[in-house]
Structure formats: C-alpha cells, structure tokens
C-alpha cells in the first residue's frame, strides 16, 4: 500500500514555510525523503531510520512518528530552488528489497 | 565523480519491437533497482539486484519484461514486444549498502515512447 502525501499541491512565495506530511498503512520502517524536478532524477535528501529520529540540513528538515506511522517534512525559508515534488518513500517490509514512494507533493515557491 | 548513467536517454519504438534499456550504476555499488515512472506519477518498484543476483522481481508487470545484471554492474533492462502502456520513464538507481533502507542514487532515466 502506497504512503498518502499531504497537501498533494502547495505553492509558496520564497520565504514562506511549508510542511509535508507521509502518511502509511502499513508499519514504516524507514523513511527517506527525494525531491524531484521535473524532467530530471529523484535527489535523496535525507532518511529517518528510527522512530522519533529528527534530521535537517539547511533549512530542510524531518521528522518520523514511528507510532504513528507518519512522516514529515519541514521546508523553512523557502527558495527558488526548493520547486519541485517531493516523495517520501520506504521499503515495503523490514530487511526487504521493494521500495514504495509515496504519492508525491508538488511544490511552486514563487520569486 | 561518476554518477549513474542511463542510455539511451529516449527511445520511441513501434508497437511489438523489442527493446533494451542499459543502467551503469556507481562503481562499488552492489545494490541495484529498477523503476516504472509514468507521467505524473511517483516511481514505481519493478526489481533488485544485490551484485548479479535479482532478489526481487516482484513488481515487473508482465513477463515481457526481463532485467538482467550478469557481472553485478551494468544491467539491462528488456521489454519484448513493446505496448502502448509501456510507454514511461525508466529510472535506475544503484545504492551502496545491501537492501533498500539506504541512500538511492538515480540516474537520469530512459524516456520510452511506444507508437
């Protein structure tokens, strides 16, 4: 069962805050994080791999609720280069090879 | 350095050809993985390789389609008689450690277009 992202759409003005939330079924036993420009490759941005693990780098940061089997994804002080749509994305079992992304969150941050 | 290249970059083929897709992972990685996306839509899974050996196949949607790493580094990926929903972005990526709860590295995918 694929995660569930939310918003599916958000549009920013450069230094606006948004925050993406990846929402599972099923446990989450990691969670990692890519965005993708159009036309272009998915990018890593950062993975969780333990419930209530925090991680950011730069004004990009997460969080994972493993309880809860929810992700999310802060986005402070938006730029330009921030567009794009971002995935969660997880391994469909512990120890397991398939991987599942979730819906995805297309973002616009606007000059 | 060297990322993971793909080629080619497009291809369009007619309905029924045959058609191959190549995938040069980061030397060293021993992970590999192939991905289905269609326009709009997130990736796909369609299969693993840890070094030459496909431990998952799960997601390939037909039995046309076949992915083979024999050296456990450059694989390839073939679709026999081409359909119109074939028609997608096929991305690999490769990863350092065994299994898939680490950092993928994509590459640039392999547009394919079926007429």
């Known amino acids: 069962q694929q995660p569930v992202q939310s918003p599916q759409a958000v549009i920013l003005r450069e230094g606006e805050d948004a925050v993406i939330n990846c929402s599972s079924s099923?446990?989450?036993?990691?969670v990692h994080w890519y965005r993708q420009k159009h036309g272009e490759a998915p990018v890593f941005l950062m993975i969780l791999l333990k419930g209530g693990e925090q991680k950011g780098h730069d004004k990009i940061s997460a969080s994972f609720n493993e309880k809860k089997q929810q992700s999310s994804l802060y986005l402070t002080a938006s730029q330009l280069s921030y567009s794009g749509t971002y995935f969660c994305?997880?391994?469909?079992?512990?120890?397991?090879?398939?991987?599942?992304f979730g819906t995805g969150t297309r973002l616009k941050v606007l000059a | 350095g060297a990322g993971v290249s793909q080629s080619p970059r497009y291809k369009v083929a007619k309905r029924g050809q045959d058609v191959a897709l190549r995938c040069d992972p980061i030397s060293g990685h021993v992970s590999l993985f192939w991905y289905q996306q269609a326009l709009g839509q997130g990736p796909e899974f369609l299969t693993y390789?840890?070094?030459?050996?496909?431990?998952?196949k799960s997601g390939l949607p037909s039995d046309r389609f076949f992915a083979e790493r024999p050296e456990g580094s450059v694989s390839t990926l073939k679709i026999q008689r081409t359909q119109q929903e074939d028609s997608a972005v096929y991305l690999c990526?490769?990863?350092?450690?065994?299994?898939?709860?680490?950092?993928?590295?994509f590459g640039p995918g392999t547009r394919l277009t079926v007429t």
């Open positions: 390789f840890q070094n030459e050996a496909q431990l998952d």
């Open positions: 099923k446990a989450l036993y990691s």
């Open positions: 994305g997880t391994p469909t079992t512990s120890g397991t090879y398939k991987y599942i």
């Open positions: 990526a490769s990863s350092l450690e065994l299994g898939s709860s680490y950092e993928q590295y």
